[in-house]
T-cell receptor, first 111, second 114 residues
Framework: GQQLNQSPQSMFIQEGEDVSMNCTSS?????WLWYKQDPGEGPVLLIA?????ELTSNGRLTAQFGITRKDSFLNISASIPSDVGIYFC???????????FGKGTRLSVIA | NAGVMQNPRHLVRRRGQEARLRCSPM?????VYWYRQLPEEGLKFMVY????????ESGMPKERFSAEFPKEGPSILRIQQVVRGDSAAYFC????????????FGPGTRLLVL
């Protein structure tokens, strides 16, 4: 099936640092979504992107839909301990198709 | 307004038994999606249902797995004759209409097959 390559797999950062993670694919996507999953919980939507080149912010989070429609990145500025968790990208291929998820980036924040 | 409810949160089964996972969508939501998450993996789509109808089951294994969303009551994901490879977290999401960003996820059911 379709795959999203998400990187890095894991990150250990100091509190206050900025974080960047991305997703790439060989296929064109119509929609990119970024989720955060806390341990023992379901994913929570952070940001949704619908147009190539779109740049959207949600507090300290910023995400962009790549111009080629084959990639997206998520930035977190001034990280805090509660940013710890797994961040997933998800995309929808053209047509009424189900979401495809990346494998996640595991973020650890050291106070 | 309660969120998506899933029960049980944890389920242990022996090989060959049946597993029934329940999902109560958010109030007013008539679209339900089931996903499976293996350890260290992302979520994989299994099935999409509207009330009383299966809309897309392209991610469901052909055997042993079935899903329903009756007119009354929760959506059920049923796994017959479970095997160890079925051990995973199963997530349900619901939405008021088929718009991806409005999918709200439940806390998941963690199935362990011994």
């Amino acid at each position: 099936g379709q795959q999203l390559n998400q990187s890095p797999q894991s990150m250990f950062i100091q509190e206050g640092e900025d974080v960047s993670m991305n997703c790439t694919s060989s296929s064109i996507f119509n929609t990119w979504l970024w989720y955060k999953q806390d341990p023992g919980e379901g994913p929570v939507l952070l940001i949704a992107l619908y147009k190539a080149g779109e740049l959207t912010s949600n507090g300290r989070l910023t995400a962009q839909f790549g111009i080629t429609r084959k990639d997206s990145f998520l930035n977190i500025s001034a990280s805090i301990p509660s940013d710890v968790g797994i961040y997933f990208c998800a995309g929808q291929l053209p047509g009424n198709t189900p979401l495809v998820f990346g494998k996640g980036t595991r973020l650890s924040v050291i106070a | 307004n309660a969120g998506v409810m899933q029960n049980p949160r944890h389920l242990v089964r022996r090989r060959g038994q049946e597993a029934r996972l329940r999902c109560s969508p958010m109030k007013g939501h008539s679209h339900v999606y089931w996903y499976r998450q293996l350890p260290e993996e992302g979520l994989k789509f299994m099935v999409y249902l509207q009330k009383e109808n299966i809309i897309d089951e392209s991610g469901m294994p052909k055997e042993r797995f079935s899903a329903e969303f009756p007119k009354e009551g929760p959506s059920i994901l049923r796994i017959q004759q479970v095997v160890r490879g079925d051990s995973a977290a199963y997530f349900c999401a619901s939405s008021p209409q088929r718009m991806l960003e409005t999918q709200y996820f439940g806390p998941g059911t963690r199935l362990l097959v011994l």
